[in-house]
């Protein structure tokens, strides 16, 4: 409950970030649909990439551990978007299963199932997509879709819109690093991505 009252107030102090489009397209007492749009100049292949790397872009302070760089996507389905908790004991270790890959369409859609942060405390299940579409005149398009329904304990107004701005956040972070890998890739410098197996190979773990 702690984490829902923090993201109550950055929303109602104006410190959350949020991309180009965001809106609440949808509430009800029992459900909510977040929607957030961007375009980067990357590329539908890099945008991917990027995507499926959250350590290179989630925001540390929305993370279990406090550290982004515990953050991995396995882009198949049945895949695990999981966060490591780390002990000074090695075999003490624990984990966060943030959520499940129902689909991976390289280049083309991300969907997972699963309750982001706090509303995983919460009898309540969410349906993330994000869809990645070339643009004509260049770059791609992203469309960032969270659609959560369940038994609300708080005021879903007030709720939807601070995930919202938390999604529109994570969003502009992919985008900025999707620019930035861009950007490397044009200048033919290394990837600054951990992983940068083949396409084909990235249905495995």
């Known amino acids: 409950m702690g984490r829902l009252k923090i993201l109550l107030a950055a929303l109602a102090a104006g410190i959350v970030a949020v991309p180009a489009s965001a809106e609440v397209t949808q509430t009800s007492p029992g459900h909510f ?35 982004a760089a515990n953050l991995s996507i396995a882009p198949q389905g049945g895949g695990c978007f999981c966060e490591r908790l780390s ?20 280049m ?44 609300f304990r708080f005021p879903v107004d007030s709720l939807a819109r601070s995930v919202d701005a938390v999604m529109g956040v994570q969003l502009g972070r ?16 290394d990837s600054g991505l951990a992983s940068t197996r083949p396409l084909a190979d990235q249905g495995d773990p």
């Open 33 to 67: 649909v977040s929607r957030n749009t961007a375009s980067t100049t990357a590329d539908s292949t890099t945008v991917w990439r990027t995507l499926i790397e959250p350590a290179a872009w989630w925001e540390d302070a929305h993370t279990w551990s406090g550290s």
């Open 174 to 189: 992919l985008v900025a690093a999707a620019n930035s890998e861009g950007e490397r890739e044009e200048e033919g410098g």
């Open 87 to 106: 002990a000074q004991e090695r075999r003490l270790d624990g984990s966060v299963q943030h959520m499940t890959v129902v689909m991976a369409q390289p």
């Open 108 to 151: 083309k859609l991300l969907r997972m199932t699963g309750a982001l942060g706090p509303l995983q405390g919460e009898p309540v299940n969410g349906v993330l997509t994000v869809t990645i579409e070339p643009r004509e005149s260049g770059g791609t398009a992203l469309v960032w879709e969270y659609a959560v329904a369940g038994h």
